[in-house]
């Protein structure tokens, strides 16, 4: 690689770290980037899943304070990640990404207008409430574990598809469904860049650039989201993720 390919790779894992820790888009800058420094489609795909752990390391470094006390939750689900994320590289691996990519501009899209509308009120639960509760859990879980196949697999706008789940689900804060958001992602993008590492095509000269600023970019973005006003930046994630899926709606159809 030329020193400009370095330099565009870093720059693009900046922008790509921190968007991908505000709203989960960060391969809308990085895996571009792979493809301008002449990457094969394939490659680029696997070599951006490695780079991006340096995205999930410096994410939830940076949410630390906003993970405080959902270790409980964490915990339950991180076995479901782990499982996602595993599965999603099995699939990028053994079977073409044509047809699923075609759903793919829908789902975001569906998941930028959740965003887009009123947070749901956090409700008390109540010992009536227990049976919808159990209801509630699995149906979360099992989403969590479509996505997070879904992340391992193709990954552009996982973290929006996450992030409105937490959103509408769970009742939390923007800050907080982010870092949650930041865990479970980085978990399952980790166990499938891990698969890729021995199992694929990865181009080490691009990793290091391009996961150095991801790791920057990525540290960043959790501050970025403490600080902001909550409804102007859940307002300009959900403009992000809807134009991001016209934009893959052109390129699937």
């Not at 991180?78 to 699939?91: C, I, K, Q, R, Y």
């Not at 109540?126 to 159990?134: E, P, T, V």
């Not at 300009?236 to 016209?246: E, N, S």
Request: charged share 10%.
């Amino acid at each position: 690689m030329s020193f400009w390919d370095v330099a565009l790779l870093i720059a693009a894992g900046i922008i790509g770290g921190l968007s991908g820790s505000i709203a989960g888009l960060a391969s809308v800058a990085t895996y571009p980037a792979l493809l301008l420094i002449g990457l094969p489609p394939v490659t680029a795909n696997v070599t951006n899943t490695v780079a991006i752990v340096f995205n999930g390391i410096g994410s939830v470094w940076g949410s630390r304070p906003e993970l405080a006390g959902q270790g409980a939750w964490i915990k339950r689900i991180l076995p479901v990640a782990v499982v996602g994320g595993a599965a999603g590289a099995a699939l990028l691996l053994c079977t073409p990404a044509e047809g699923f990519e075609k759903a793919v501009p829908l789902l975001i899209g569906v998941a930028s207008l959740a965003i887009l509308l009123p947070p749901k009120e956090h409700r008390e639960a109540r010992l009536g409430d227990h049976r919808d509760h159990i209801v509630r859990v699995t149906v979360e879980a099992v989403t969590i574990f479509l996505i997070t196949i879904y992340g391992g697999y193709f990954g552009a706008a996982a973290g929006v598809l996450l992030l409105a789940l937490l959103l509408r689900a769970g009742g939390a804060t923007l800050a907080h469904a982010n870092a949650g958001k930041n865990v479970i992602l980085g978990v399952a993008n980790s166990v499938a860049a891990l698969a890729f590492v021995f199992l694929a095509p990865v181009y080490w000269p691009a990793v290091l650039p391009l996961g150095l600023g991801c790791l920057i970019g990525s540290r960043l973005g959790p501050i970025v989201v403490r600080h902001a006003p909550a409804t102007p930046l859940r307002v300009l994630i959900g403009l992000a993720g809807f134009a991001l899926a016209i934009k893959l709606a052109f390129d699937a159809y």
